[in-house]
């Protein structure tokens, strides 16, 4: 940025714009945690830090001011897994590629990130202005019966089910009890059947619990530290991690 206000020869910091946003960000938002995003920013940015999050914004704010010119010559954008992205790095999408088309894919219900994402894709279609939505029904990757498993929770969560193309495979099985010693025999009966099997925790907090308690099943722990995961047998990792990993 620094560059660009010289060649303008203004005195302008988009940063320090932002921050006296966020300083007085409970004038513009409900949020309910908008303390804890508050407070975490001001310390992010009093230590000259930008988490994710705040990308959006400041290409939002930098693009209300100023030009993009190299990025408008691009014609094409595609964009996947979408559900992910908030309406506000839509809006700084679309002011950088002015000029562009894009193509946007992505599954609400898949999304994993509820404080930064989107929850309709009317909004998106808004913001990018003369497109069409499109909606693709039929899941090619799994079989009859994980799809109806996973119908009940989409219905559950008010979206409409997913069709699947005829491919039967094994029951979807449900254990309840949740001892190691319980575990360490599910483990040894599909390490016969499967090279690698993973253990998947809802969240970090969950991850670390699992980990202290299963520490003697030779589990290798995934995570951003460590995605080498070709030749372990048992892994065990978060949902966020796991994604694109299918």
């Given amino acids: 940025f620094g560059d660009i206000k010289n060649a303008f020869n203004i005195k302008f910091d988009i940063f320090k714009l932002y921050k006296d946003f966020i300083a007085n960000i409970e004038k513009y938002s409900t949020y309910e945690n908008i303390d804890i995003l508050k407070k975490q920013t001001l310390i992010n940015l009093k230590s000259k830090k930008l988490a994710y999050d705040d990308l959006a914004s400041i290409i939002y704010l930098y693009g209300r001011i100023f030009e993009f010119p190299y990025y408008s010559k691009l014609k094409c954008i595609f964009i996947d897994e979408a559900q992910d992205i908030s309406a506000l790095m839509f809006l700084g999408l679309r002011k950088i590629f002015k000029n562009a088309s894009f193509s946007i894919f992505g599954d609400i219900a898949q999304g994993i990130y509820s404080y930064q994402a989107i929850d309709d894709w009317q909004d998106v279609t808004n913001i990018i202005g003369d497109c069409e939505l499109l909606y693709l029904k039929r899941s090619y990757r799994t079989s009859i019966e994980i799809m109806a498993e996973a119908n009940k929770v989409l219905l559950g969560l008010g ?46 907090e969950e991850l670390e619990l699992a980990q202290k308690e299963l520490e003697n099943l030779n589990i290798m722990v995934i995570d951003e530290n460590n995605l080498n995961y070709d030749n372990l047998q048992n892994t065990m990792l978060t949902v966020q991690t796991a994604k694109g990993l299918e």
């Avoid at 193309?165 to 483990?187: C, P, T």
Wanted: glycine share 4%; charged share 35%; proline share 2%.
């Fill in 159 to 204: 979206y409409k089910p997913a069709e699947n193309v005829i491919r039967h495979g094994e029951g979807v099985e449900y254990i309840n009890k949740s001892s190691k010693e319980v575990l360490s025999d599910q483990l040894k009966k599909l390490n016969r059947d499967y090279l690698h099997t993973a253990i998947i925790c809802k969240n970090d």
